[in-house]
């Protein structure tokens, strides 16, 4: 059973940066594709940014420019970069990784961006 976790969440203010993490249990390489999905309430759950095995990446249009997605995979650990976060940036952010058949997630990491 692949397990994810994520930190790194928490409370800022508008304009400001965050760094998400989300460690995984086995080799980032075994998966096909990791990413990072949000949840506002009321909201369907989006991807936010998405990365390959092969390292390519693959944003929402909402955060270009704004967001970067990375990985060690010494550590086996992708993050996420928010720079100049907005309110409606607020949302459960989610680490997710699938194999060809399978999908896993994290338990989530609240984020919050005040006005």
């Known amino acids: 059973q692949v397990q994810l976790v994520e930190s790194g969440g928490g409370l800022v203010q508008a304009g400001g940066s965050l760094r998400l993490s989300c460690a995984a249990s086995?080799?980032?390489?075994?998966?096909?594709?990791m990413g990072w999905y949000r949840q506002a309430p009321g909201k369907q759950r989006e991807s936010v940014a998405l990365i390959t095995s092969g390292g390519d990446t693959n944003y929402a249009d909402s955060v270009k420019g704004r967001f970067r997605i990375s990985r060690d995979t010494a550590k086996n650990t992708v993050y996420l970069q928010m720079n100049s976060l907005k309110p409606e940036d607020s949302a459960v952010y989610y680490c997710?990784?699938?194999?060809?058949?399978?999908?896993?997630w994290g338990q989530g990491t609240q984020v919050t961006v005040s006005s």
């Open positions: 997710n990784a699938k194999f060809p058949i399978s999908t896993y």
């Open positions: 086995e080799s980032i390489l075994s998966f096909n594709v």
